[in-house]
């Protein structure tokens, strides 16, 4: 481990800016990075934390260890990027379950990244794998289309949404 | 999917609506923003329509209609459009233009309209390439959504919506496999009906008959008691004899039924496609045919026969009860219905725990088979007690829906119970009364009583038939996913038929996810002739197998496609296809059964003869004839340990049986050492003479054979060409070839 070096992002030489197409770009030590993908190297549990940040030709350039560590505007356009690529909206209720031959259907009431409250129908089949704790307390739901959604926190779940979605936790 | 109002939304923002050739709707914006969002097309422009649908009520009426809110509206040229693209993050998708060297972010949304927006893509591209009918070849799928609820279809490939299919239609489906069992049906139902008949007999002959009739003075049989004894004694005697007639039967009719059912289970398992199985844990399968099925047998021989009797029973006792005595009868009919709503609401609850448990007992079987596999690596690295704990923590949750589902059981009936009680109480209260004041007799009160206590028999029974129908539809509800689960990859319709086949491979601009919207194959297209070979190389992950698969027709590929001697695979009919295409892969699976069952798995008429001309042509005879049992050593689970060389060669015997035109070696001597590499190397070549082969490796040094050599990279073929050709070109290939030479030489002197 001390010799190798697992390349983190000096923050002091890294700038990450929006380009005039709408892509992410990345200057470091001197070079200019336009179109960078950034990944999150443990997604599920550190959302923000160890983003992986490769070139336009998918060679990575370095980690980035902590997104709060980086300028506030800075910050902004990698979360951004982050949200969109890893979109996953919150689940504030589950108003509806109905379990038909074997696929599930759900009608959840969901939050994005930015606030907004919304409502949407989605089916999911092969529960025990699509419906999966990330812990004792949080879940996350990927449907047919293989769109994901969490619950960060079953308590904080309204009594029946907890009660509709039990049958699936496992 | 396109809307009026969403029209109205176009024209109301100056968009020529008239002139719109193709419009998508997706559900973001470019910030990651929820939206209603239109993409339209025309000849000269694009359009984004940004914007939220709403459920509004028309003024002055209880009309409800959809209406638009726009945010924005967005307008691209065409012109300066450049080529559009669709981009896979992980849950989203983008649309990316690219125009002059510059790259524009155009459009966000997740993944679910990828396939629309793809579409659109298409569109646009033949508006540029100046195609009069833009749409031509564009196939509308509007059937990704359930017409009658609108929800989407679970398997994007098979239009059925099981949210619209209830549980009595479950139930009804169940019964059908009764209809080739009509006669011991119809014997079934007449035996049972004659029981309820001398059941319900019962009562009125032995107390109201008895007491009214013999004992009472002014009786119609008074003082003959000998001959109402024979009488209750003969209709028991009868009861006796229909209940043994319909057990007989039963017993006749109800296992095969079952053998029905699991057979059809079966089948359906043959009949789909592999990734029916990836998608699907091992455990759950296994769950599947065993206990889902055994669950339907329950049901059927324990539960349902009685459901009919009891319900006859039921509706029999009332009759008779209200020919008793009405003002009794109607207490009772009073108490019925909340028993009733009782028991409905305890069969929902019941049905949701062995929902739970079954769920539950499937994980704890995948963890079981999942450490017996993998037991070598967990004493490896000394887990052992770690694995104790988490099979501990994963039995807790089996325990734990146990409790739950008893727990409901042991307070929810006796609850019932009581009740029930109460209503019976009163009953004898009232009717004790009625005696009192001469209204009925003691024997129609004594007779009634009876009735009753037989009235809750029933009832009660039904208590505990809500658990086993609540387990009968939910195992019913998954064998059904089997039976109705399309196969992806079908038989063509109109197959043409061809004697033999050549070997001529062409595969154009396949593309290929396993994943939505994570393609493995993108536009790959490669071409062999009849009789020649083809070595493909490229890095782990790069679609080399897929290819494989795909050309085997294990799969379908989404786009582009597979052609033989000119015959797309897909109109060739399966058993020809793949008796004509042999694949030795890295993984070897050898079925229970001897060595010479596994080597004539393709062709179970080969004679001893062609077992051993084909073990010796994969160099497998000498090994083999030194096992104690020789040919007829038994291997697969249970049986003899075989090295994975020696499953290797097994295989290629297999395959040599098979006698393929067209052979595919996907990474057949990976995990082997030099010296079995070398045996195995020397099997293939002799099979590979005069077929077309196909040979997938990453080691360099099993190619250096093959006619031609293709270099795959992120799905698609970057270089053709000769061995000599490609070291030429100093390209990817040359760069492989001398990393692997320097690996070599590096391996030499240490």
Redesign the interface.
Known sequence: MDTFDLGILEIKEAEFYSDSGGFAGLKYKGEDHAHVILRRIMPLRHPFEYISVADHDNKEIGILKNVDDLPSSQREIVKNELDNRYYSPEVLDVVSVQDKLGYVYLELRLKNKKGVEYKKNCAIKDVSRNIRMLSDTSVIIFDVDGNRYIVEDVKRLSRQSLRKLDAYLF | MTYDYMYTAFAANGVPVKDLIFAVHTD?T?????SDTYVAVCRKNLYILYGVERVVRVEDSRRLVAQYDTHDVVTYPLAELGELKTES????C?LVSSHEG????IL?F???HQSFVDRLVKVVKNIIAGEEEPMFEIRLEEALFCPKC???????ERALC??C?DKMS?FFRLLTFFKYYKGKVAACTITMLFITIMQILGPYIGTRMFIDDVLTYDGRFYQMIGMVVLVIIGVRVLATLFQMAYQVVLARTMPWIIYDLQVRIFEAMQRLSVSFYT???TG?LMNKVSRDARNIYWFFVDGLPFIVLNLILFIGIFFVMFRLEWRLALICVTIVPFAGIMFYILMQLFQ?YH??MW??S??MNNMVSDSVNGQRVIKAFARENEEATRFSASNT?HADAWIGAANLGWTAFPLIYLFLFVGQVAVTAIGAMMVINDEISLGTFLAFLAYLGMLYGPLQFMATVSNWWARCVDAA??V??VL?AKAEVEEPKDPVKVDSLKGDIVVKDVWFQY???LPILKGLSLEVKAGKSLGIVGKTGSGKSTLANLIARLYDPNEGKITIDGINIKRLPLQQLRANIGIVSQDIYLFIGSIADNIRYARPDASIEEVIWAAKMASAHDFITKLPDAYETRVGAGGQDLSGGEKQRISIARTIIQNPKILILDEATAAMDTETEGKIQNALNKLQADRTTISIAHRMSTLKDVDSLAVIRKGKIIETGTHEELMKKKGAYHKLYMIQLEGLKVISMD
Do not use: W, Y
């Open positions: 973001m470019l910030d990651g923003d929820f993050l992980l849950s989203t983008r510059n790259e524009q972010l966000l997740t993944l679910g609108g929800h989407r279809f679970p398997e994007p099981p949210r299919a479950i998608s699907k844990r759950s949701r929902h739970k769920v539950v499937s994980q949750r509800q998954r059904f996913e109705d994943e939505p919207a």
